[in-house]
C-alpha cells in the first residue's frame, strides 16, 4: 500500500536536518506518539525527546534521535523544529549513562520547586529518551 | 656588534616563528568560514520559531502569558553580567576588549546602586576576572572553537534559573559581535527580562548596541510555503506550547552570540597572526640587511689586513 507524500523539513539550530518528500512521519509530542500523513490536519504541537523516524518509501526508514522541539503542520507539508537531530549511529551510550547519572545527582542536590529542578529534570528525560534509542540500534 | 653568527641564529629562530604564525592564520581562516556558516545555518531556525510564536500567540486567549522570565523585577538589586569570550589567547584584543567592557558595566552598575554578579564563557574571561580578585557565579568554558547549542542552554537555563530563583535581578550580555573578517564590535544585550515586544517582531534589526537581545537582526525568510489556512489543532493549549517558546528564545540569543563570539575570536586571531607573520617579516629584512653589514665589515677588515701585510713586506 503505496500512501501518498508529503513535504517535511526537519531544522535545528545547527542547521537543516533533513528536507523532502516523506509517507509518513512518526515522533512523539508532549501528549503522546504521534504519526502524520499527507493532508494531515494544522497542528502545532511540543516535542518531546524521542526516536524521529521518517518514511520516506514502504522499505526506507530515517531515524533520528530528537530532542525537544516543536511540530507545525499546514498545507500538506510539516516543519519540525527540534533542538537536535542526530543520527543513533553516532550517540556515545557511555556518555549518555553518565550524564543521566550526573543529572540524576543534580536532581538530589536541587531544591523543590526551583527552576534549577525543573531544568535538571529536563536533562534527564533527555538523556534517559537518547540512552534508550543508543541501546536499542 | 653582533657576529655574523649570533644574527644567522636569530634569523632562523624568526623564520620558524613566522611558520608558525603563518600556519595559525590559516587554521583561523578556515575556522572562521565554518563559524560564518553555523551563524547562517541558525537563521531559519530562529525565523520558525519567531513565525510559530506569533501564531500561538494570536490563538491563546490572553496572548503570551505571564512568564517569571517575561517580568521585570521591582528592584533592581544585583546585575548578572555575562562575558562571553574565548578560551585561548593569541587573538588581538578579542578577549582583553570584553574583559574591560564587563568591568566598565559593573562599575556603571555598582554606581547606580546595584552589584554586578559575572558568569563567565571562555576560559580567558574566567581567568582574568579571578585574577582581578573578582568572584563569579559560574562560568563555562571549553567549548568556544565550536560552541554547541546544548552550551547555550545550558547558559542561558543557568540564567534563567538565576533570574526566576532572585539571584539577580537584571541580566546583561557582553560579547564580540561579528562584522566582519577584520572588524568587530563588543555589544552589550540586555538578556533577562525578555522583552516582550521583541518576542512577536517580525522583521527588525538588532545590529545597534543596547537593543533587547531577542530581536537578533533577521529578516523573515520568504520562499518557504506558508501553513496557515484552517484553524490548527494544538497539543497541547497555546499558552502551553508559548511557555516553552519563550524560554528558547533565550537560549537562541545565547547561542548567536556564541557564535558571533567565535566567528570573531577567528578573526581576530586571523588578524593578529597575519600582522605576526607581517612582522617577522620586517623582522628577517632587517637582520638580514644586518648580517651582510657584518659579513661585509668583516671582508673589509681582512682586506685591510692584507693590504697593510703586503705593505710591510713591501
Known amino acids: ?137 | 656588534m653582533a657576529s655574523q653568527r649570533d644574527v644567522r641564529n636569530r634569523i632562523s629562530a624568526v623564520k620558524n616563528i613566522q611558520t608558525i604564525t603563518r600556519a595559525m592564520e590559516m587554521v583561523a581562516a578556515a575556522r572562521l568560514r565554518r563559524a560564518e556558516q553555523r551563524i547562517e545555518a541558525l537563521r531559519p531556525y530562529a525565523d520558525a520559531i519567531r513565525r510559530m510564536t506569533s501564531q500561538a500567540a494570536e490563538a491563546a486567549a490572553a496572548g503570551v502569558p505571564k512568564l517569571p522570565i517575561l517580568s521585570e523585577h521591582a528592584q533592581v538589586a544585583r546585575v548578572g553580567l555575562l562575558l562571553v569570550a574565548g578560551d585561548r589567547g593569541l587573538a588581538g584584543a578579542f578577549n582583553s576588549q570584553i574583559v574591560r567592557a564587563g568591568v566598565a558595566a559593573g562599575r556603571q552598575h555598582e554606581a547606580q546602586g546595584a552589584a554586578p554578579v559575572y558568569f563567565a564563557s571562555g576560559r580567558r574571561p574566567a581567568a582574568s576576572l579571578s585574577f582581578r580578585g573578582v568572584e563569579l557565579a559560574a562560568s563555562f568554558t571549553g567549548f568556544t572553537d565550536r560552541p554547541a547549542y546544548a552550551d547555550a542552554r545550558r547558559i542561558a537555563e543557568r540564567l534563567m534559573a538565576a533570574y526566576v530563583d532572585d539571584e539577580v535581578d537584571r541580566v546583561e550580555i557582553l560579547y564580540n559581535g561579528y562584522v566582519s573578517p577584520i572588524s568587530q564590535v563588543v555589544r552589550r544585550e540586555t538578556l533577562l527580562p525578555l522583552q516582550q515586544a521583541s518576542l512577536l517582531a517580525d522583521a527588525g534589526d538588532g545590529a545597534g548596541g543596547e537593543q533587547p537581545a531577542g530581536t537578533g537582526g533577521e529578516q523573515a525568510t520568504g520562499g518557504r510555503p506558508r501553513t496557515r489556512r484552517a484553524t490548527p489543532d494544538y497539543e497541547p493549549s497555546p499558552e502551553e506550547i508559548l511557555r516553552r517558546l519563550v524560554p528558547d528564545y533565550v537560549v537562541i540569543s545565547v547561542f548567536r552570540a556564541l557564535l558571533e563570539s567565535t566567528a570573531s575570536e577567528h578573526g581576530a586571531r586571523m588578524t593578529a597572526m597575519r600582522n605576526a607573520t607581517d612582522n617577522a617579516g620586517t623582522l628577517i629584512e632587517d637582520l638580514t640587511l644586518q648580517m651582510n653589514r657584518a659579513r661585509q665589515a668583516a671582508i673589509t677588515q681582512e682586506i685591510m689586513e692584507v693590504v697593510a701585510g703586503a705593505e710591510g713586506i713591501g
Open chain 1, 1 to 137: 500500500m503505496a500512501h501518498r507524500k508529503f513535504t517535511v523539513e526537519v531544522l535545528t539550530p545547527e542547521g537543516e536536518a533533513f528536507a523532502g518528500e516523506v509517507e509518513m512521519v512518526s515522533t512523539r509530542t508532549t501528549l503522546g506518539q504521534i504519526g502524520i500523513l499527507a493532508n494531515h490536519a494544522p497542528l502545532l504541537a511540543t516535542l518531546e525527546p524521542t526516536e524521529l523516524r521518517l518514511y520516506t518509501s514502504e522499505s526506507q526508514i530515517l531515524r533520528f534521535a530528537q530532542a525537544e522541539g516543536y511540530l507545525q503542520v499546514g498545507g500538506n507539508h510539516a516543519m519540525l523544529l527540534v533542538e537536535e537531530a542526530v543520527e543513533p549511529g553516532s550517540l556515545d551510550a557511555a556518555k549518555l549513562q553518565a550524564r543521566l547519572e550526573e543529572a540524576e545527582r543534580e536532581l538530589d542536590a536541587a531544591g523543590d520547586d526551583t527552576e534549577k529542578r525543573r531544568v535538571v529534570e529536563r536533562d534527564k528525560r533527555r538523556a534517559q529518551a537518547f540512552l534508550q534509542i543508543a541501546e536499542a540500534g
